[in-house]
């Protein structure tokens, strides 16, 4: 064997060693022991998610039957219809927010237009108050039936918007409007 054949034939054993090194640090590396870990947080962190939305819906259907009582109380003390009919003054909302209302128009909410408007409809959300009384959730999933384009959007502040208007808050909705531009909480 000459020496240019014992040169090539070490160069393929320092591959091969090489080879063999990295085969096996990978597979050192995705032993069982870390993911295991890391599927434990996962699961510790799963389950406390779902506690915490759980805790949440509760929350929100107290608040609902809160507000149910409310104007349930209040239309025992006035006879007169506790709804956006009563409390819509188009003088005063033209005063506080500087245009011209329509009752019940969805576009007053900072970062509605009409298309999304549309979309709300089609959920059958066409008021102040139906918009009032659904969870962010709920207008994330109308956005995203509209597609990609209205993925920019974000309704955090929609219902709560939806609810100052459907209560003729008109000062306190366009205050909150200048303090938030583009509807960010």
Known sequence: MNFEHMKLI??????????????????????????SLNTAELKVLHE???????????????????????????LKKNPVSVDAQTYFNSDLAKQALGEKI????????????????????NFEIKSWEDLSEVSVK?????????????RIHNPGSWPMQAKMADEGRWKALARWQEEHKAGKL
């Open 10 to 35: 070490s160069w393929l054993l320092l591959a091969l060693f090489g080879i063999i090194c990295t085969v096996t640090g990978f597979l050192w590396g995705k032993s069982a022991t870390n993911t």
């Open 48 to 74: 406390s998610n779902t506690k915490l939305v759980a805790d949440l819906d509760a929350c929100n259907q107290k608040l609902a039957s809160q507000t149910t009582k409310d104007k349930t109380s209040e």
């Open 102 to 121: 329509k009752l019940n128009d969805l576009k007053i909410i900072e970062g509605i237009g009409p298309k999304i408007e549309k979309l709300f409809h």
């Open 138 to 150: 709920k207008c994330q999933d109308v956005l995203d039936s509209g597609g990609d384009r209205y």
